[in-house]
Antibody, heavy 116, light 106 residues
Framework: EVQLVESGGALVPPGGSLKLSCAAS????????MSWVRQAPEKGLEWLAN????????YYLDSVKGRFTISRDNGKNSLYLQMNSLRVDDTAVYYC?????????WGQGTLVTVSS | DIQMTQSPSSLSASVGDRVTITCRAS??????LGWYQQKPGQAPKRLVH???TLHSGVPSRFSGSGSGTEFTLTISSLQPEDFATYYC?????????FGQGTRVEI
């Protein structure tokens, strides 16, 4: 059974930083593209970034490029999202998702709140 | 960026109704489209990928069709557990983009 468990969500002030983690199990992590998707309160889904199996290719939504960094550790079956220069409008539930385009399995999400 | 326009934004239906949701892409995306269901307080779940291939375990009352720029998700006979919000997602190019969602309610 595919399991994706996000952690690291918290309340942070504007301008702050946060690193999200995602522990993956139930599939061959090192053979899968991985993605991050977020959902602001009462809003729709927004794709943020994805990363190739070996970490050599990454893609980002323009609005987070230069502020967010997606990375992975295949030895630990883990996906990460480093978020810097956080803004109030980054407040959302952040989902770790298996796949680079055909997003097939989703974690339950972790809440990031950016507020002073 | 490819824009995905979903319609309607919401609809009211009854158990047993046939429901159709449409997603239109701003440019051709072949069949690189998925459909997702999200219930309140839960993570999204994939229903369809490659426009018309049902995800494992998804009931056969769900079906997807289309290619190019026009896509549809059909629920042939709406069940109580189908009341949710549905999203399309294009995975033809970066950035990946979702439709704005369709809320299916009683």
């Amino acid at each position: 059974e595919v399991q994706l468990v996000e952690s690291g969500g918290a309340l942070v002030p504007p301008g702050g930083s946060l690193k999200l983690s995602c522990a993956a199990s139930g599939f061959t992590f090192s053979s899968s593209w991985m993605s991050w998707v977020r959902q602001a309160p009462e809003k729709g889904l927004e794709w943020l970034a994805n990363i190739k199996m070996d970490g050599t290719d990454t893609y980002y939504l323009d609005s987070v490029k230069g502020r967010f960094t997606i990375s992975r550790d295949n030895g630990k079956n883990s996906l990460y999202l480093q978020m810097n220069s956080l803004r109030v409008d980054d407040t959302a539930v952040y989902y770790c998702v298996k796949g680079g385009g055909a997003l097939d399995y989703w974690g339950q999400g972790t809440l990031v709140t950016v507020s002073s | 960026d490819i824009q995905m326009t979903q319609s309607p934004s919401s609809l009211s239906a009854s158990v047993g109704d046939r429901v159709t949701i449409t997603c239109r892409a701003s440019q051709g995306i072949r069949n690189d489209l998925g459909w997702y269901q999200q219930k309140p307080g839960q993570a999204p779940k994939r229903l369809v990928h490659a426009a018309s291939t049902l995800h494992s375990g998804v009931p056969s009352r769900f079906s997807g069709s289309g290619s190019g720029t026009e896509f549809t998700l059909t629920i042939s006979s709406l069940q109580p557990e189908d009341f949710a919000t549905y999203y399309c997602l294009q995975n033809n190019s970066h950035p990946r983009t979702f439709g704005q969602g369709t809320r299916v309610e009683i």
